[in-house]
């Protein structure tokens, strides 16, 4: 293969991922904040006003703005294409920062009436623009790869949970849909941890994580299989669940969720054991602060999944509360654990080479320019994670115990990381 | 054994008795007897290209050749070049629009000088509305890589011995990036200079091979040993003045080369 001359750059605007990073930096932060909040409300049913709050300023604010910055990023350049529109792309942002703030806030306080919808549309209608732009992007690619795959399928996912999410807000106002309001938010919530968190998650790692660690000569057919048996899994779920809804919740049905949720588990098995495989080919020996991130996201995925997986399994028997702190310790270990563990840990990658590469690539060798080391104090960002696992793993254990103040001590420790976390980040962005 | 990829320069000097073949075969080959014109033409060209220059017989030349250093070579139907009627195909539209700029390199080339940086010179300075109009004895097919890679097509029409191309710029849908060329040309440099630089993550390759710039000088060819394609290098270094080459070696090695444009 011979290749030459790229006279244009694929990357996007700065300013367009710079904006993206900064809601979503200061979301995180706001999220340990309310989680200090909200302590005493962490037991009991998950299906709480600020627990549904808390959640989308996680997921909207937090994750899924930062997944969205990176994408516009990441797709152009690893997809050798350009962005299909950068103007669109800032339009969405300023639709989806009112959009998901006026939800979370609405949520936070329970009103469901047509506010919590009509923001739940906006947030919808600056989703729906984000995947065109995306998808008109993905349309002039000439060159596939298993990343590009994974982004497609994610895109087309979060249009139907956002969409669902619309549907479950007018819901709330008015009631019309057939059956239990839970049921079709567990889809709702699985629809997109599952079909665009983690399927982004997974199709970034296989490209980012190797590039950081300079790995290479490894087998990709284990990520291959996860991708099939993830997504598979994922929608074999959604018609369970559809089935169990018509059907009401017969035994037959149930048997259906089992065998999907152990589909799923071995695809993300097979994710896990794909990335072990990166590690170990990895020729970049010594691990920083980001790579330590990295792999405890990937062991909570896995206990994430193994809690999901043993929900069905349950004895009956067990108090009441023990079981809903289970499901809380789920979603904790999914959130937090997977997805927050594995965004900080790339943001220490990712931040400084962006900041990096638009303020100082183009003086190289022509004036002296920082190491991408030399952005932020390395040894405060241990502190960090050493401060965010304890915060963690402190809540963690409350949960099922459902005791208020062990979790108030957990989201404190994890809010002084969060702020450790912001702090690292302002001085890279000021570099 | 000389086969039909062999380049022209690699087999003159490996086998100096080959070149009294290429002068009885062709009068076109003459100018190899130049020492400047044979430095700059024959690493680039080679075997198969030349004997489409000269209007030869591939297998005959190749046959030849190989008989003279000794070679054997199993016999094989070789397809003979194109004939000149043949490349007169449809002409583009487009050139219909544009104002030509003429350029004649046969005064250059018997002046014994290498018409390239001329070439390249009328190419820089084209208009919007222009295309450069090449008059040749022979076909440049090395040409066309070269500027294939600068992002023009060309059109090549044969009349009464001489070779007229046409050079225009390539049209791309928008948003499109112009496809990489099939293949480049890497000029000879005396020196060369190695960076490996397959242990670093990014951006620190990016930051060692812009760094080691300054010390690419006209004579230099900086060689850099790179594990993947450095997409983000591009723009950088034709920002400041310098072509590349970028060639896959191995899985996740390449060699990339920079030259002073």
């Given at each position: 293969?011979?290749?030459?001359?790229?006279?244009?750059?694929?990357?996007?605007?700065?300013?367009?991922?710079?904006?993206?990073?900064?809601?979503?930096?200061?979301?995180?932060?706001?999220?340990?904040?309310?989680?200090?909040?909200?302590?005493?409300?962490?037991?009991?049913?998950?299906?709480?006003?600020?627990?549904?709050?808390?959640?989308?300023?996680?997921?909207?604010?937090?994750?899924?703005?930062?997944?969205?910055?990176?994408?516009?990023?990441?797709?152009?350049?690893?997809?050798?294409?350009?962005?299909?529109?950068?103007?669109?792309?800032?339009?969405?942002?300023?639709?989806?920062?009112?959009?998901?703030?006026?939800?979370?806030?609405?949520?936070?306080?329970?009103?469901?009436?047509?506010?919590?919808?009509?923001?739940?549309?906006?947030?919808?209608?600056?989703?729906?623009?984000?995947?065109?732009?995306?998808?008109?992007?993905?349309?002039?690619?000439?060159?596939?790869?298993?990343?590009?795959?994974?982004?497609?399928?994610?895109?087309?996912?979060?249009?139907?949970?956002?969409?669902?999410?619309?549907?479950?807000?007018?819901?709330?106002?008015?009631?019309?849909?057939?059956?239990?309001?839970?049921?079709?938010?567990?889809?709702?919530?699985?629809?997109?941890?599952?079909?665009?968190?983690?399927?982004?998650?997974?199709?970034?790692?296989?490209?980012?994580?190797?590039?950081?660690?300079?790995?290479?000569?490894?087998?990709?057919?284990?990520?291959?299989?996860?991708?099939?048996?993830?997504?598979?899994?994922?929608?074999?779920?959604?018609?369970?669940?559809?089935?169990?809804?018509?059907?009401?919740?017969?035994?037959?049905?149930?048997?259906?969720?089992?065998?999907?949720?152990?589909?799923?588990?071995?695809?993300?098995?097979?994710?896990?054991?794909?990335?072990?495989?990166?590690?170990?080919?990895?020729?970049?020996?010594?691990?920083?602060?980001?790579?330590?991130?990295?792999?405890?996201?990937?062991?909570?995925?896995?206990?994430?999944?193994?809690?999901?997986?043993?929900?069905?399994?349950?004895?009956?028997?067990?108090?009441?509360?023990?079981?809903?702190?289970?499901?809380?310790?789920?979603?904790?270990?999914?959130?937090?654990?997977?997805?927050?563990?594995?965004?900080?840990?790339?943001?220490?990658?990712?931040?400084?080479?962006?900041?990096?590469?638009?303020?100082?690539?183009?003086?190289?060798?022509?004036?002296?320019?920082?190491?991408?080391?030399?952005?932020?104090?390395?040894?405060?960002?241990?502190?960090?994670?050493?401060?965010?696992?304890?915060?963690?793993?402190?809540?963690?254990?409350?949960?099922?115990?459902?005791?208020?103040?062990?979790?108030?001590?957990?989201?404190?420790?994890?809010?002084?990381?969060?702020?450790?976390?912001?702090?690292?980040?302002?001085?890279?962005?000021?570099? | 054994?000389?086969?039909?990829?062999?380049?022209v320069g690699k087999m003159l000097k490996e086998y100096p008795q080959t070149l009294e073949v290429l002068l009885?075969?062709?009068?076109?080959?003459?100018?190899l007897q130049?020492p400047?014109?044979r430095?700059?033409?024959a690493?680039?060209?080679?075997?198969?290209?030349?004997?489409?220059?000269?209007?030869?017989?591939?297998?005959?030349?190749?046959?030849?050749l190989?008989?003279k250093i000794?070679?054997?070579?199993?016999?094989?139907?070789?397809?003979?070049?194109?004939?000149?009627?043949?490349?007169?195909?449809?002409?583009?539209?487009?050139?219909?629009?544009?104002?030509?700029?003429?350029?004649?390199?046969?005064?250059?080339?018997?002046?014994?000088?290498?018409?390239?940086?001329?070439?390249?010179?009328?190419?820089?300075?084209?208009?919007?509305?222009?295309?450069?109009?090449?008059?040749?004895?022979?076909?440049?097919?090395?040409?066309?890589?070269?500027?294939?890679?600068?992002?023009?097509?060309?059109?090549?029409?044969?009349?009464?011995?001489?070779?007229?191309?046409?050079?225009?710029?390539?049209?791309?849908?928008?948003?499109?990036?112009?496809?990489?060329?099939?293949?480049?040309?890497?000029?000879?440099?005396?020196?060369?200079?190695?960076?490996?630089?397959?242990?670093?993550?990014?951006?620190?390759?990016?930051?060692?091979?812009?760094?080691?710039?300054?010390?690419?000088?006209?004579?230099?060819?900086?060689?850099?040993?790179?594990?993947?394609?450095?997409?983000?290098?591009?723009?950088?270094?034709?920002?400041?003045?310098?072509?590349?080459?970028?060639?896959?070696?191995?899985?996740?090695?390449?060699?990339?080369?920079?030259?002073?444009?």
């Amino acid at each position: 293969m011979i290749s030459s001359g790229l006279t244009t750059s694929y990357a996007p605007p700065f300013a367009l991922v710079r904006n993206h990073f900064i809601v979503s930096i200061v979301a995180y932060f706001l999220l340990t904040l309310a989680l200090v909040i909200v302590a005493p409300w962490m037991q009991g049913h998950y299906f709480q006003p600020h627990l549904l709050g808390l959640t989308h300023l996680a997921t909207l604010g937090w994750i899924s703005m930062i997944m969205m910055g990176a994408l516009y990023q990441l797709v152009p350049v690893v997809l050798e294409t350009k962005l299909w529109s950068a103007r669109l792309a800032q339009f969405t942002f300023w639709l989806f920062l009112p959009g998901a703030t006026g939800m979370i806030v609405h949520l936070w306080d329970y009103r469901t009436g047509p506010g919590l919808w009509g923001f739940g549309l906006l947030t919808l209608v600056a989703f729906a623009l984000f995947v065109t732009n995306l998808l008109a992007t993905l349309a002039q690619v000439e060159k596939w790869n298993i990343t590009g795959i994974h982004i497609l399928a994610a895109l087309v996912t979060i249009i139907l949970a956002a969409a669902l999410g619309v549907a479950l807000a007018y819901n709330l106002w008015k009631t019309y849909l057939p059956g239990d309001h839970l049921h079709y938010l567990r889809a709702h919530a699985h629809l997109a941890f599952l079909g665009w968190v983690l399927l982004v998650v997974m199709g970034v790692a296989y490209k980012l994580i190797p590039m950081f660690a300079l790995a290479h000569g490894y087998s990709m057919t284990a990520g291959k299989w996860a991708f099939g048996l993830v997504s598979f899994a994922t929608v074999g779920l959604m018609t369970a669940w559809s089935f169990s809804l018509f059907a009401g919740h017969a035994a037959n049905s149930n048997r259906l969720e089992i065998f999907y949720a152990l589909l799923l588990a071995t695809g993300i098995a097979a994710f896990l054991w794909q990335m072990w495989l990166v590690y170990r080919h990895r020729r970049r020996k010594q691990a920083d602060v980001s790579m330590h991130h990295t792999v405890l996201s990937f062991i909570f995925l896995g206990l994430a999944t193994a809690l999901g997986v043993t929900q069905f399994f349950l004895p009956v028997r067990w108090p009441q509360a023990v079981r809903e702190g289970c499901i809380l310790l789920y979603g904790w270990l999914a959130v937090i654990g997977f997805a927050g563990f594995i965004i900080v840990g790339q943001m220490y990658k990712i931040v400084p080479f962006l900041v990096w590469f638009n303020k100082y690539s183009d003086k190289v060798g022509q004036a002296t320019v920082p190491m991408l080391k030399e952005m932020f104090d390395e040894q405060l960002a241990k502190i960090e994670l050493g401060l965010m696992l304890a915060g963690f793993l402190i809540a963690a254990v409350a949960l099922p115990l459902a005791n208020t103040l062990l979790f108030r001590i957990g989201a404190i420790v994890l809010m002084a990381s969060a702020a450790i976390f912001v702090w690292n980040m302002i001085t890279i962005f000021k570099t | 054994m000389i086969s039909r990829d062999t380049k022209v320069g690699k087999m003159l000097k490996e086998y100096p008795q080959t070149l009294e073949v290429l002068l009885e075969t062709s009068e076109h080959f003459r100018k190899l007897q130049n020492p400047i014109l044979r430095k700059t033409l024959a690493p680039r060209v080679t075997i198969e290209q030349a004997a489409k220059i000269a209007g030869v017989n591939l297998s005959e030349l190749l046959q030849k050749l190989n008989k003279k250093i000794g070679a054997t070579m199993p016999i094989q139907e070789t397809p003979s070049p194109a004939s000149p009627a043949q490349r007169n195909a449809e002409r583009p539209g487009i050139l219909d629009k544009l104002q030509p700029v003429d350029l004649d390199v046969r005064p250059i080339l018997q002046g014994g000088t290498d018409p390239l940086k001329t070439i390249l010179k009328t190419i820089e300075q084209l208009a919007p509305n222009q295309y450069l109009h090449l008059i040749n004895s022979f076909e440049p097919i090395p040409l066309y890589t070269v500027l294939c890679k600068r992002g023009f097509d060309h059109f090549t029409e044969y009349h009464d011995g001489i070779f007229h191309v046409h050079f225009y710029r390539q049209v791309h849908g928008v948003g499109k990036i112009p496809p990489p060329p099939a293949d480049t040309v890497i000029p000879v440099k005396e020196k060369t200079l190695e960076l490996d630089v397959r242990h670093l993550s990014p951006p620190e390759p990016m930051m060692k091979i812009l760094e080691a710039l300054p010390q690419v000088d006209e004579q230099t060819l900086l060689l850099v040993h790179h594990h993947r394609e450095p997409l983000f290098l591009y723009e950088k270094l034709q920002l400041r003045g310098y072509k590349w080459h970028v060639q896959k070696i191995a899985e996740n090695y390449f060699h990339v080369k920079i030259w002073k444009a």
